[in-house]
């Protein structure tokens, strides 16, 4: 068993693909119409076929209320490693990215907080 596929829920897909793309450095995977949404997905440029994200859309009901619920707790909702959080940082807010949470040395990694716009908390993270 393996994962191939895991999800973030956004309000909208085509902001996200933006952010997750132009902003975070990922490239479109899939784009596949499905029904009113679309199957579309991002990769790890570094990885092109590893696991792929899927830019799922928030419609379900208990969507938007655990959405908000996390976010008003300060509680990621995913997290993605990056080898320098500070450098990482840096580099984000300079291209307009709004951080909760600036690097944080906590031990044994090193952490940081993003809006991803979408309605989401993502945790940027690297091991010490």
Same mark, same amino acid.
């Given at each position: 068993?393996?994962? #191939? !596929? ?19 450095? &990922?490239?479109?995977? %899939?784009? !596949? ?26 419609? +379900?009901?208990?969507?938007?209320? &655990? ?12 997290? &993605? ?15 307009? !990215? +709004? &951080? ?16 991803? %716009?979408?309605? #989401? ?8």
């Amino acid at each position: 068993m393996r994962i #191939n !596929v895991t999800s973030v829920l956004v309000d909208d897909q085509a902001k996200a693909l933006a952010f997750y793309t132009e902003k975070l450095g &990922f490239q479109k995977k %899939t784009d !596949v119409p499905a029904g009113e949404a679309r199957w579309l997905t991002v990769v790890s440029p570094a990885d092109p076929d590893g696991v792929e994200l899927l830019l799922e859309p928030d419609g +379900h009901p208990a969507a938007g209320a &655990f959405k908000e619920a996390l976010a008003a707790d300060g509680i990621p909702w995913t997290q &993605f490693a990056v080898d320098d959080v500070p450098a990482e940082v840096e580099r984000l807010k300079a291209l307009g !990215v +709004h &951080f909760t949470q600036d690097a944080t040395d906590l031990g044994p990694v090193v952490t940081a907080v993003l809006d991803d %716009t979408c309605g #989401n908390l993502i945790q940027l993270a690297a091991m010490t």
